[in-house]
């Protein structure tokens, strides 16, 4: 327990915590956004789109529990209420009787087409529209430093949405 502990200087401890303000702000405006304008809460957005990019528009409910970074009882909670909805459907996964199918319906779909717009808008309104090209070329690579240095640590910690979210990565870089 001989290493020094290597405190904040009064600069980047301002740098943390506006980052920690910043970023939570900017999360609650765009939740707020979704719930005016779509009635849709992030995470039953965010499971729309997982669905709607998914082969059939069907993933396994463990698969989407990951992706989400949801617990299962969580996950499940938000597919009843989509099921509600008449937005998403569950089917017996044919591959494995244990496991279950989250399928995105019609009506789902137009929901999330409905949805996308406004919530696109949000992030134009709240992020882009801020930040200059110079600001949001800085943007991208200070994220590409960070995804670079944590998706290698959640790899090894066997976080199975780390391999998603290097599956997402490579798709944007294309």
């Not at 702000?25 to 499971?47: K, T």
């Not at 989407?64 to 617990?71: E, G, H, I, K």
């Not at 200059?132 to 640590?153: F, G, V």
């Amino acid at each position: 327990m001989g290493d020094a502990v290597r405190w904040l200087d009064a600069e980047e401890r301002r740098i943390w915590l506006g980052w920690i303000m910043s970023t939570r702000l900017l999360w609650d405006e765009m939740e707020r956004d979704l719930q005016r304008d779509s009635g849709l809460s992030f995470g039953h957005y965010e499971i729309l789109v997982m669905l709607s990019e998914a082969p059939a528009r069907a993933r396994r409910m463990s698969e989407l529990a990951d992706a989400t970074q949801s617990s299962r009882s969580r996950l499940s909670h938000a597919v009843a209420r989509l099921e509600e909805l008449g937005w998403v459907r569950r089917e017996a996964c044919p591959s494995d009787r244990r496991g279950s199918l989250a399928v995105l319906t019609d009506a789902g779909y137009a929901a999330l087409e409905a949805a996308a717009p406004m919530h696109v808008e949000s992030v134009r309104r709240h992020l882009f529209d801020l930040l200059s090209p110079a600001q949001l070329a800085d943007l991208q690579a200070i994220q590409e430093t960070l995804l670079d240095h944590l998706l290698p640590l959640a790899t090894e910690r066997g976080d199975t949405r780390s391999k998603l979210m290097e599956e997402a990565r490579a798709q944007l870089e294309r």
